[in-house]
């Protein structure tokens, strides 16, 4: 009886840990550039009784594309990641809501720098202000026609390795490998929807708190049980 309410706390353990990836992954709905979390459970041993332990991997399929008409918005179809520049090292996302700060530099809405081939993306060319700035669908920079560089898109070839840093953007684990493409597909003017779908997130939370009722319910009954054999050889 002990290894079976042993089990049980285990398993609402995970399904609360499951809960709260769902409703961080709805929170997260209209984040540019999100990618859900995916859940699923192991099974492992420990001190001779199966435990059950919950993780979780981001989906970094493609989101839908969204017409902005922002001239610093940009969006990746296909593989790739935008690079940004960090204090700890690179940074990757697929958001590409982008600005200019105040010395003319490309940045993202937490200020990391964005990266070209050649380094930080600057857009002022007469060292003053920003001209009128266009981007070819391979990522090559313009202001005003001038040449000013290319976004540099990183292609992470495997990434479930990616360790996420905040609601879109990551940073390599010891286990990522990525190459820098050559011939990426960038949208001038678009950004990228999360790729959570609200409907089955929602559908998803209902079945775990069934779920996690269920486990609750068969917990009481087995703590009701052990309670009454207890008081039965009391009065023995």
Avoid at 44 to 52: G, H, K, M, P
Avoid at 121 to 134: E, H, T
């Amino acid at each position: 009886m002990d290894i079976e309410l042993s089990r049980l706390k285990y398993a609402l353990t995970a399904q609360l840990n499951r809960n709260e990836i769902v409703a961080n992954n709805l929170a997260n709905a209209k984040t540019t550039g999100f990618k859900k979390d995916m859940t699923f459970n192991d099974l492992f041993e420990a001190e001779n009784s199966r435990n059950i332990q919950t993780n979780q991997q981001a989906d970094h399929s493609q989101g839908a594309l969204e017409q902005t008409g922002n001239p610093l918005d940009f969006a990746i179809s296909g593989p790739g990641m935008f690079v940004l520049e960090s204090e700890t090292g690179e940074l990757y996302s697929r958001d590409g809501h982008f600005s200019l700060d105040r010395d003319g530099f490309l940045v993202n809405s937490s200020g990391y720098r964005v990266l070209g081939q050649g380094g930080a993306v600057y857009l002022s060319p007469d060292g003053v202000q920003s001209g009128a700035v266009s981007v070819s669908e391979d990522g090559q920079i313009y202001v005003d026609d001038q040449p000013m560089g290319a976004f540099r898109i990183a292609r992470v070839l495997d990434p479930a390795t990616l360790l996420r840093v905040d609601s879109n953007t990551y940073r390599a684990g010891e286990e990522t490998r990525l190459e820098y493409m050559e011939k990426p597909r960038v949208f001038q003017g678009q950004l990228e929807d999360s790729n959570v779908d609200p409907v089955a997130e929602m559908i998803s939370m209902i079945d775990l708190q069934r779920q996690f009722e269920s486990i609750q319910k068969t917990v009481t009954t087995l703590d009701d049980a052990l309670q009454n054999a207890a008081n039965k050889i009391g009065n023995y």
